[in-house]
């Protein structure tokens, strides 16, 4: 091989080999540049005969061109592989974050129920359920309604298309039935409180045709009005979170308690809310009574044996005043930005020791 050729695959080897535009142009000043091998031969040009020239000159001017040339695509390459690795440093990501994931929210009515049943719980109580359809046996007959008596008609029936004749069934009018339902499947003691949704063909601004209910019913040796007392102040005290309540008792009529008596609790106004407890006005806020014997009968229970309370109240209201509340009916309306104001957080359940809202 000659000098030259030694010289340019040297050359040519070192372009391709330069890892950086740095070290590119260390090769290229090694080479082409003032002092550089191929410059230094460039200058011996001067000291050949004509004729030599003649034949050295095209070759080693074609060997800088060749060389000025790699040289050249090198540095482009070096320039580009660069500007990628500086773009991949200086990439933004401008895609927006995933929207949020829908998260839910406790009606509140659902959290009232579930704060009723951590407080009832507490005093010994367990949940029970009953049918929304209910037949007129136990939603009216059992409770010591009398066929043709007046009372039936106070609490605006809806009554179902009964297409095989016979009694219509009935949408519950009220949680009582699961009083019923209770004794007919347990034995005393009973200390059972019952949620659920109750309906009467009942509309304005302050009834809707569902409402939500809670029952409550004990039936226990030597139960008498003192422990039912009791039992709601303590429950009303809880449940508002309060220390003091002054609760009245007022006689009143239903047919499957006696005595009966609705239960008021002194409040007091604050502008725009209400603070239960302690004031100068009486609100009622639910209904009670011991069982009437003829219930208990109904059950088969006897009542020179046993004895019992039973209560009941609406929900809908109690949650309207324990959260400020002002309207009853967005209760029902579905609208996902009252849920989000007024609901609660769904693994947030209530206990009476560690908080109940
Ligand atoms: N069921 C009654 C009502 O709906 C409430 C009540 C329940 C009263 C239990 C006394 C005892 O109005």
Request: hydrophobic residues 40%.
């Amino acid at each position: 091989m000659s000098e030259l050729e030694s010289i340019e695959s040297e050359a040519l080897g070192a372009v391709q080999a330069a890892a950086d535009l740095a070290a590119l142009d260390a090769v290229r000043v090694a080479e082409l540049g003032k002092k550089g091998r191929i410059s230094a031969f460039m200058k011996t040009l001067g000291k050949m005969t004509p004729e030599e020239r003649q034949v050295a000159g095209p070759l080693l001017n074609a060997l800088k061109t060749r060389v000025a040339d790699a040289v050249a695509a090198r540095k482009t390459v070096l320039e580009d592989a660069a500007l990628d690795a500086q773009l991949a440093t200086e990439y933004e990501d401008l895609t927006l974050p995933p929207p949020p994931e829908p998260v839910g929210a406790l009606h509140p009515v659902m959290q009232v129920f579930e704060e009723m049943a951590a407080i009832f719980g507490t005093m010994g109580f367990a949940v029970a359920e009953g049918p929304d359809i209910e037949d007129d046996w136990h939603n009216f007959t059992a409770l010591n309604f009398p066929e043709g008596h007046p009372a039936r008609e106070t609490h605006d029936t809806f009554f179902m298309n009964n297409p095989e004749g016979g009694a219509p069934k009935v949408l519950r009018t009220h949680t009582s039935p699961v009083q019923i339902r209770t004794m007919m499947e347990q034995k005393p003691p009973i200390r059972i409180i019952a949620p659920g949704r109750v309906y009467r063909n009942d509309w304005d601004a302050t009834h809707t045709p569902m409402f939500h209910q809670v029952e409550g019913l004990v039936i226990e040796k030597g139960i008498h009005m003192g422990h039912l007392k009791g039992c709601l102040i303590d429950f009303v005290k809880a449940f508002f979170e309060v220390d003091t309540v002054e609760a009245r008792f007022r006689p009143h009529f239903f047919p499957f308690t006696e005595p009966s008596a609705e239960m008021d609790v002194k409040y007091t106004k604050k502008g725009d809310s209400i603070q239960i407890g302690q004031g100068d006005s009486w609100m009622e806020i639910l209904g009670s009574g011991m069982v009437h014997p003829n219930v208990l009968r109904n059950c088969g229970i006897d009542p020179d044996e046993y004895q019992g309370f039973a209560f009941g109240m609406g929900v809908d209201r109690l949650a309207m005043l324990k959260y400020g509340m002002p309207d009853l009916r967005p209760y029902f309306e579905a609208d996902p930005e009252w849920t989000r104001h007024y609901g609660f957080a769904p693994w947030l359940t209530p206990t009476v020791s560690g908080g109940l809202s």
